[in-house]
């Protein structure tokens, strides 16, 4: 027996797919506007059949039918199309006629988009909403043992060190005999983090970096941001604003070719070097641009031919021995700028991240650590990696701070963390708990894309198409149709908005615990959590 | 808020003078703990100055172990202040068997080492003993140092005086330190009553140390036995103290740098920027943060003060050439040396370390915005 060639193995139904587009006749009035502005043309012009049986009442006449068509709005099943719920089109529809919708059950598109053999890959997020950060409480409210300070009156110093820290002893012994001393940079502990020129439109990255540059210059906060591995544009290389950037340097070394050739022009050196060794949303994968995005300034600025995938390798190919070769690197990247800017190496969270710090702590050039934990973003990545790769920044940290504590350490590697901080909205709640655990600052990425660039992206699986260039909102995209969307000064005007008010909140947090002259890192006594063996685990308080 | 007066004076005075002022403010302490310092002492120890003291409180059985343990190295007792409890405590003073303070000669085979050892190995025995104490609970050890004596008690200071029998012509000192708790935070504990000490170093504090947690892993992981305890947070104060000076060897106008630095922009046009840059950067694990009033005795028989930097708490230091207090009141001040010139008192601020030195000429006020003395 044939099968019958409509229904394929892997035809989909609208009930199969996880979003489905509610569109409303009476509301819609053709104008074509959600079809045209639909990311992945999940929807099109449809034509459809509507009849209508007239049946008399009296016997005599005989029934009859009418048939018509209307046009209206059809939602494509096959997987190449399914809907990703962006709501790009509700947000153009003139007349609200249009909004998607999640499907009530598991969709079965999952099992089906690897058409081709080849497994799904997308940017954004891991999809998983629960947030061991947001449980964490603050516990300890100064109000009558002692004065409480006043997070709107009271001078707050909420500034972080970045660089490698001497024992006081070592440092003055240094001093007095005029050896060289590891360069710090005291910077604002809310890091925006590595987002590469070319995962970022142009429009986006320009508009982070005059947000910074303002809140540097006019406010005097100290934020930095770190340029993920794209390189850096060359006239930001050469300019001032160098030292508000934190360059990468990661296993595909693009964009280094230009960066080390600008070294002799540049007019103040960088924040900081972060070599990146791993990434928490796709931990033992390299970076990958997809070659939908390699345009013309994006192959300028990297180094390499237009329109071919980028893929970095998973592991720097030098790398043989963290004692040897990573070393070398910390050094040699030390040595380019004449040992004045700091240098240190990022790691997706990894139960091995202790023998890292291990390692560290004995290398007298390496300035820090960032972890990236498994809620970490990304501009693509295999599904696999995003969903089940990875360990959860919390305890991965704060296992690293008992034991840079127990080797008498903590205060000489800072450790920064990244990955799901804010991932539900709570941003300085979710900093300051890793900083209590012990982080000396954190970083951000998707938070900054959603409050600054208005990313739709969701933990609920919207969006995400981050990797194919089609970004909707204009931030992850290489084609200046989409991105023109975004306007630049808006988007540095929401990342001076995000900043002041997360420092607001950030006091709100301290102040009441007493502290304003530093930040309170490793204070964990007081925090709180409603669950035994975490609280066990994570070594803070359990409350009930 | 627990009640400080501290006391130094050419001639040697009776600590009831420190309790009295201490009484005077009991409106501030509840009566729950008394803690009580002194060094360059008068009386019979003046003529022993270099012997160390053993201050502590015994159980019978505890006397007998202790006496074993110093017979065992070759201590020998040089003198011994006995206070003989006959009557039972009064309410809410302890039952306790022995108030110790015994001078000791040094082990012959002693001799041989350099001052600097003697003292390491003090500060070695001290703590054994303290942990012989905890482990069978039958001796608590305040200090065991040359020209220093300690006492705590849990109770109203007056009534833990009279009860200990303090006012004595045995008891006598140039510097004194005492300290009426007012219980908070924790359970009435003697080892969280102040003042603390360590190798020759002690401070007394009232306020809170929020940023204890950090300060105290800081401190622990330094790998010096001495920083140890922390049953108050505010042994900490002590110990930074003592790392500052012994450890770090700069000056005590460097310890209100260390606790509460500048801000950045006052660290910018500072004489001495770039010291303080790094001293704020290398020590920044010992920042305290919350109201606090710090009173500490050096090894040279300076006293000192200094306050958080936000100027939480009370502090005055007043007197005339030959004799000087620092009191968390005024009336505490009034209550010991009525005669001075009132108009010369001083309250420290933010920025102020107030010192009175060996010589008790005068009060030397630093500002943390003053150049530093020179590493020595
Ligand atoms: S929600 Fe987005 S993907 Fe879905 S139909 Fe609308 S525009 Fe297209
Ligand atoms: S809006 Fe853009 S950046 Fe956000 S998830 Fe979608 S494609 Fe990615």
Redesign the pocket.
Known sequence: MFSDPAVAPFSLSLKDLP?W?DWDNSKCTLCGK?TA????H??ELGVFRRRKVQTPLNFSAQPSQETSLYYGIR?KTDPASA????????MVCPNDA?I?RRSDEADKLRYHVDQGGSPRNRGGRRNVSESLLDRIKFIRISMLTDPALDAGRHEFELKTLLGRVLPPEENFRRMKEREWIPPIREIYPLIIGSMSFGALSPNMWEGLQLGVAYLNEELKMPVRICTGEGGCPPRLLRSRFLKYVILQIASGYFGWDEIIHAIPHMKEDPCAVEIKYGQGAKPGDGGLLMWYKVNKLISAIRGVPMGVSLPSPPTHQTKYSIEESVAKMIQSMSMAWGFRVPVYPKISGTSTAAAVLNNLSRNPYASGLSIDGEDGGTGAAYNVSMNHMGHPIASNLRDCYLNLVKIGRQNEIPLFAGGGIGKNGNLAANAAALIMLGASGVQIGKYIMQAAAGCVGSESDRCNICNIGRC?KGITSQDPRLYRRLDVDLVARRVVDVYLSFDTELKKIVAPLGRSTTLPIGMSDALGINDPAVAERLDIKYVV | MCRLFAITSETPLSPMRALEALDVMREGHDGSGVGLFMRDLGGPFEYMKEAPILSGIFTETGIKRLDDFMMEIGFLTKYRLSIHISEAPPPGIPQRDVYLIRAYDYPKSWNRLSAREKYARLLILRLELQEMGMAENDMIVFSFWPDVIMIKEIGDPLSVAEHLQIDRAEIQAGVIMAQGRQNTNYAIDLYACHPFFLEGYSTMTNGENTAFVPIKEYLISREFHGYRGYQSDSEVFTHILHYTIAKLGLEIECYKHIVTPLKDEDIDVHPDAVLLKHLKHTCRRLIIDGPNCVIGSLPDHSLFMVQDSKKLRPGVVGGRPGVFAFSSEICGLDAVIPDRDRSKDFQPMHLDTAIVGPDRQEVKICSQTQPLPLFH
């Open positions: 979003w587009i959600c502005v639909c990311p992945v999940a929807i939602q809907c990703i719920g962006c709501a790009m089109c509700s249009i998607p909707p």
